[in-house]
């Protein structure tokens, strides 16, 4: 069973700057590589969305068209983990952050953090 734990939400003036992480672990017949990666968000009172995805088969990356040119994902193959910074953060930008793993194919499945809460407020 994938686990993943997120990391490094908090608050802080638009303008600034977080690292979201994400350690995933419990594989047994597949990898890490495997998966496709992603960050979500889900602001207060609203639905989930996406934020940010690299793709498990050609490490194509995807990105929300409101934090293009702000935020970048990443991912550590060796340390299994996907990362997120965000820059110049807007209050809009306020949500819990989940990490979502999707795979292996042929028959994949949707894995789920507990999700981390980042608030951005002057």
């Known amino acids: 069973q994938v686990q993943l734990v997120e990391s490094g939400g908090g608050s802080v003036q638009p303008g600034g700057s977080l690292r979201l992480s994400c350690a995933a672990s419990g594989f047994t017949f597949d990898t890490f590589d495997d998966y496709a990666m992603s960050w979500q968000r889900q602001p207060l009172g609203g639905g989930r969305q996406s934020v940010a995805r690299i793709s498990a088969v050609d490490g194509r990356i995807e990105y929300a068209n409101s934090v293009k040119g702000r935020f970048t994902i990443s991912k550590d193959n060796v340390k299994n983990m996907v990362y997120l910074q965000m820059n110049n953060l807007k209050p809009e930008d306020s949500a819990v952050y989940y990490c979502?793993?999707?795979?292996?194919?042929?028959?994949?499945?949707?894995?789920w953090g507990q999700g981390t809460q980042v608030t951005v407020s002057s």
């Open positions: 979502n793993a999707w795979g292996p194919m042929p028959t994949p499945k949707d894995y």
